[in-house]
């Protein structure tokens, strides 16, 4: 490469870019029309975009600009490089780079023209081979990717010796199908809701160009809205006809195919492309205009639809909830004059937990309800599981006598039907909640939009984590549990997807406390099992009977044929699992077992804690070779309760014909069946040993025992029972508890009990008859092993945090016994490195505070007696409301939005007016559409005077989790700017505080 030819790739590199990022259209509307060409929210200005207000000679004007550039590039590189045609090419790359990343433009123009002085043999070829395709496809997008494909494909047609030219043009047909998916339609042709190119497209007015519900529709080209009603209109679900305009086509072929008029009345809705997804549902952010009678009115209803694409509101909305820029398609649906309209929430969104459909509904049409300038009537349908068809058909039963809360003008019949409706859609969607909108014609019930509820994922179930670590849980024992849990699911995805797949698995999310119990993330997990090809429900595998399954579930993706590999790795892990364990308890967890009994003593006398004579670190260097063990124990404890499940659901094997007596606690109350017996026979009558009531301990019991002297063996017995399993606690996997061998009253209650009982017995083991069930027993007896052994080493992790918990209340670090297990990992390791004789020097004030805390939550958790099974939502508890008390009187109204915040009242007329709000202050609004919810996402809180739990604003403060109350009527007039108030958005109260 000469000098020269460097100072032009330098050019190239430099001024080409530049020349893309001018705004050269902007500069010459500016002079002619004497005022700024509006831009979009990208910031981008396109050809056609001055057409629509500056007149013909702009666009004939900046068209021309536009080909300048390219033209100009492809000189520049010519220039220097005459005899490398690649240059020119690159010369259009750099250019359509700059216009992309400087100006937010597309740059097709430039790189058409650019393209056509580079080689006009090979243009004229694309545009007249594209031009025939267009005639037979006459689909717009299909026409701007086939000439993408053509481009590079003509010039290594016309010069195949040339690999570098036919590189770059493949380069520049790469870049240009990134920016179109990049840059939606809308900003790519400027339309923002005008057609003021339709004159170019009106070739394409055929019925091709007439999209209806009734085909399989992507939501990439139709939007989730329209694309959701699509498929359930041909699952056979009460869905009208409808048409789509795609998101950059002419709307005039739709128009004179539909023709409104005052008898066929249509209604006009937008379908955005990254509408009512599951993260945020953009509820009311996009237009819908109902009761269209003409095509006049038709053609101002879908431009409207359009711009609502780039109104303030939706864009902070889309900014705030980090969504893509995205373009908007039109679905058009006949209008229903309904008799009754509304809302169904096919969970509640609440209460976040329970079997109530939430329905919202008045007479007459649905804009009311969820623009939220009304009060609806608020019903509440209670369903059980056997209500709902788990095979969602579409086909709603009719059927009577369901419990309903609320009264109104709505009839019980069509409440039902809604409900049933509303869970079987969520069935539909594997168990997601669904928001779905209605109206009744005083004939069919008809749904007008379904989507899911953003603010009820994820998904919190009792029903898993609830097996693994039951019970109240505290800070310690969770800090431990969970890393262990999420590290052997990651290992097993990882297993199945391979390294590379599996990269960015992050199981962390998948368990959380609630109420301080342990919940598994369902929604989490099935996302990853779809990555698998499976589906979402298919952790249920292993805990539903397989004849429920084949009839509920839908068949694997076969994307899990992708996945074939890594189920064979899993099938040959699961089929080796037990000579695995054997191997590894042998040589490891057996000789790591031995050592830290030696060690601390602890298994044989709990009194004789040797630990108690080493250092801190010393104690923390055990804990973490503890923990080691436990970490490769628990692969072993979580997959033989898995492969167990697996088993016996496959080869149809019930538990009444497998033995568990080999199960530590089974095994132990065994022991102690048999012991309670053989005592039994050396006493002439047993309740003759107590006098009076028998205390809890047992106390006088074993004291009377004592003393008679056949029974002295007895107590022999009870010691080697409890040196044999005394490793176990009230509550398994929970190291917080103390075990059997600290405190043996449970034992001894346990005991006591089977004395007193002359018909406790140890059970028969059932009889192996069949091959299948001694395929699944082989199972049993693993876990029963690998139980044991996770369970030996969780004591010695107890027992050492037991003796780290005493050199630290003899330093004066910790204030009680217990203390401990109200911190975290990572807070004992700080502890632990700083040296014994400095730990004064802390500020244990500051410690003392934390565990104070965090045992008043506890207690309060505690309290909750009926923890719910499922929980929808993010990890917040929600008490219940008797545990919750205000110091006045408050003010009903509707809670919509969870929360309780205090601040200063702000009241606001119009959502224009939003202004000089903070985190301190209380916005009193007239009603919550959708619009003023961007504008005081930075409030603590909202009150309005009137509205229902699940219209738009009410829906979007809740993605906002702002607390807010409904309908407390003239809030405005009897509160004042600057009292200080409380609110309740759970409850529905507003309290003034001052």
Not at 527 to 553: D, H, N, Y
Request: proline content about 6%.
């Amino acid at each position: 490469m000469t000098l020269t030819q460097v100072w032009g790739a330098i050019l190239i590199f430099t001024v080409c870019p530049l020349l893309g990022g001018l705004p050269l259209t902007a500069w010459l509307t500016y002079p002619l029309s004497r005022r700024k060409l509006r831009e979009n929210a990208a910031k981008n200005i396109a050809v056609s975009e001055p057409g629509n207000s500056e007149g013909s000679l702009t666009v004939v004007l900046t068209v021309l600009l536009e080909a300048i550039e390219g033209i100009a590039a492809v000189l520049l590189a010519r220039q220097f490089f005459p005899t490398d045609p690649e240059w020119e090419l690159i010369a259009l790359i750099s250019l359509v780079m700059g216009r992309y990343w400087i100006a937010k433009k597309a740059g097709i123009t430039s790189a058409v023209w650019g393209f056509a002085v580079h080689d006009w043999i090979a243009a004229g070829f694309v545009f007249f081979i594209g031009g025939i395709s267009l005639t037979i496809l006459r689909e717009r997008r299909l026409g701007q990717i086939g000439f993408l494909i053509l481009m590079p494909l003509t010039i290594a047609l016309l010069h195949l010796e040339d690999g570098a030219r036919i590189t770059a043009a493949v380069g520049l047909s790469a870049l240009l199908y990134w920016i179109y998916q990049k840059i939606p339609e809308q900003q790519r042709s400027g339309e923002r809701g005008k057609t003021t190119a339709r004159e170019v497209f009106l070739f394409f007015r055929s019925d091709r160009a007439i999209i209806s519900l009734d085909r399989p529709r992507s939501p990439s080209r139709v939007g989730r809205k329209a694309a959701i009603l699509s498929t359930l209109k041909r699952a056979g679900y009460p869905v009208l006809p409808g048409w789509v305009l795609p998101s950059g086509d002419d709307p005039q072929a739709l128009i004179d195919f539909l023709k409104p008029s005052q008898s066929s009345p249509l209604a006009v809705h937008s379908s955005n492309l990254a509408e009512d997804a599951e993260i945020a549902s953009a509820a009311g952010q996009y237009a819908s205009i109902f009761n269209v009678t003409s095509p006049e009115a038709l053609h101002q209803a879908i431009n409207y639809c359009l711009e609502s694409c780039f109104r303030p509101v939706g864009e902070q909305y889309r900014r705030d909830r980090q969504l893509p820029e995205a373009s908007m398609a039109v679905l058009i649906q006949p209008y229903i004059r309904g008799v009754f309209s509304g809302v169904a929430f096919s969970r509640d969104p609440i209460e976040r937990s329970g079997e109530a459909v939430v329905i919202e509904a008045l007479p007459g049409d649905i804009a009311p309800i969820v623009s939220g300038t009304a009060t609806p009537e608020l019903y509440r349908v209670y369903l059980n599981i056997n209500d709902v068809d788990p095979v969602p058909s579409g086909v709603v039963p009719k059927t009577a006598g369901l419990e309903i809360d609320g009264s109104g003008n709505i009839p019980p019949e069509l409440l039902e039907e809604v409900a049933l409706l509303a869970r079987q859609l969520e069935n539909r969607y594997q168990g997601i909640p669904q928001d779905i909108q209605w109206t009744y014609d005083g004939e069919k019930l008809w749904l007008l939009q379904v989507r899911a509820i953003a603010t009820m994922l994820p998904i919190w179930t009792r029903q898993i984590a609830a097996e693994v670590i039951p019970g109240i849980v505290r800070p310690l024992s969770w800090a431990i549990a969970r890393p262990l849990t999420c590290n052997v699911w990651e290992n097993l995805f990882t297993l199945l997807l391979g390294k590379k797949r599996a990269r960015h698995l992050d199981f962390r999310a998948a368990a959380a406390l609630q109420y301080s119990r342990a919940y598994c993330n369902v929604s989490e997990l099935g996302q990853k099992f779809q990555r698998l090809g499976l589906p979402q429900k298919s952790w249920e595998f292993f805990l539903t009977p397989v004849a429920l399954i084949r009839s509920a579930f839908p068949k694997p993706a076969l994307a899990a044929l992708r996945n074939l590999p890594g189920f064979l790795r899993l099938l040959h892990r699961e089929l080796s699992l037990a000579i695995d364990f054997d191997r590894a308890c042998r040589f490891r967890f057996a000789r790591a077992l031995a050592e830290l009994a030696e060690e601390s003593n602890l298994e044989s006398d709990p009194e004789s804690n040797r630990l108690l004579g080493l250092r801190p670190k010393a104690v923390l260097k055990r804990i973490d070779f503890i923990l080691e063990q436990l970490e490769d124990c628990s692969y072993y404890y979580i997959l033989s309760p898995l492969s167990l499940a697996l088993r016996k659901n496959m080869l149809g094997v019930r538990d009444e014909e497998l033995d568990y007596s080999q199960m530590p606690e089974v095994a132990a109350e065994r022991s102690l069946l048999e012991l309670a017996a053989a005592t039994r026979l050396l006493l002439p009558d047993p309740n003759e040993l107590l006098s009076g009531d028998r205390s809890q301990d047992y106390s006088e019991l074993f004291a009377t025992l004592a003393e008679i002297p056949d029974c002295q063996s007895l107590f022999e017995e009870f010691e080697q029972l409890l040196d044999r399993y005394g490793y176990l606690s009230e509550v398994p996997n929970d190291i917080a508890l103390p075990t059997w061998k600290e405190d043996p009253r449970h034992l001894r209650e346990l005991f006591a009990e089977m004395l007193f009982d002359p018909s406790s017995a140890p059970p028969s083991p059932p009889k192996l008859h069949s091959l299948k069930a001694q395929i699944v027993q082989n199972r049993v007896s693993l876990q029963s092993r690998v139980c044991e052994t996770y369970r030996k080493l969780l004591a010695e992790l107890r027992w050492s945090f037991v003796a780290l918990e005493n050199i630290w209340l003899n330093l004066g670090a910790l204030s009680g016994a217990g203390d401990i297990f109200f911190l975290e990992l990572e807070e004992i390791r700080q502890l632990v490195a700083v040296d014994s004789d400095r730990v004064s020097q802390l500020p244990l004030d500051d410690l003392h505070q934390l565990i104070a805390e965090r045992r008043a939550k506890l207690e309060l958790d505690s309290k909750v007696t009926s923890v719910p099974p499922i929980i929808y939502g993010e990890a917040v508890n929600i008490y219940p409301q008797s545990q919750l008390s205000l110091s006045r009187s408050p003010i009903q109204g509707i809670g919509a939005s969870p929360g309780i915040a205090v601040g200063r009242v702000k009241i606001i007329a119009n959502w224009s007016y939003a202004r000089e709000i903070s985190r301190e202050t209380i916005v009193v609004v007239p009603y919550t559409d959708a619009r003023w919810i961007p504008a005081l996402a930075e409030a603590a809180g909202v009150i309005s005077e009137v509205g229902g739990q699940l219209s738009h604003g009410a829906i979007v403060a809740r993605e906002y989790g702002i607390p807010a109350v409904m309908n407390i009527p003239e809030a405005s007039r009897w509160l004042r700017d600057g009292q200080r108030v409380r609110i309740d958005g759970r409850q529905g109260t507003v309290e003034v505080l001052e």
